[in-house]
């Protein structure tokens, strides 16, 4: 009798868990869409798509867009409001959907949010090299690397030109060469005399 009675209810959990997870199998539906740049028409990667329960009963849903802007979210049935959302894009929003089958929301364009965009500055900055056919002339300003240096250590920062240890310029092998600074010959440092610029900071 006892054997009959453990055969009985194992054969009924066996049943119940049977029947439970058929009943999960079928509350489950499958939302797929494409999430796309409004203006680039270009998709949008890790876009993130968000199944808000309108019950307040299940926690949030979701998921995030493949590198073609693709998503395929597994979610339970109910109603629900469905957030599609990109940084610095507009929130879409599908208000009290109804989710009890598979459902494709087809292509969905975000435009950009141009509340979030505060100002833009463009300002025209000089190169730090510029050649001419008579001269090479090296904006000092430009270069982060000579901080603190000396006008030496700036120098050996441009191209085709060599410092050696006593501090003697070359261009391109040529020594027989003329540092303007400022656009004038410095009073500090003659035709020859280059160890000056040891001494001299690069800003």
Do not use: C, W
């Not at 494409?34 to 949008?44: G, I, Y």
């Not at 009963?57 to 959302?85: H, K, M």
């Not at 959907?97 to 300002?123: A, C, K, M, P, Y």
């Not at 070359?170 to 280059?194: C, H, Q, W, Y």
């Amino acid at each position: 009798m006892t054997q009959k009675l453990f055969l009985v209810k194992s054969l009924f959990l066996l049943l119940t868990l049977s029947l439970t997870h058929f009943a999960n199998a079928q509350d489950k539906v499958n939302v797929t869409g494409t999430v796309v740049d409004k203006d680039a028409a270009v998709p949008l990667e890790y876009a993130t798509v968000t199944f808000i329960d309108r019950t307040g009963e299940r926690s949030p849903q979701g998921g995030v867009t493949d590198f073609d802007g693709n998503f395929n979210i597994e979610v339970y049935e109910g109603n629900y409001d469905i957030n599609v959302e990109f940084i610095s894009f507009e929130t879409k929003t599908f208000e009290n959907r109804t989710l009890n089958s598979d459902l494709d929301l087809g292509t969905i364009s975000l435009g950009l949010n141009s509340d979030s965009l505060d100002e833009v500055v463009v300002r025209a900055e000089t190169t730090q090299v510029e050649v001419r056919l008579d001269k090479k002339i090296y904006n000092i300003g430009k270069d982060l690397t000579t901080k603190g240096g000396t006008v030496t250590d700036a120098l050996q920062n441009i191209p085709s030109v060599a410092v050696d240890v006593e501090g003697g310029i070359s261009l391109r092998g040529n020594e027989n060469v003329r540092i303007l600074i400022n656009g004038k010959p410095s009073a500090m440092a003659g035709f020859d005399d280059t160890t000056i610029f040891q001494q001299l900071p690069a800003d």
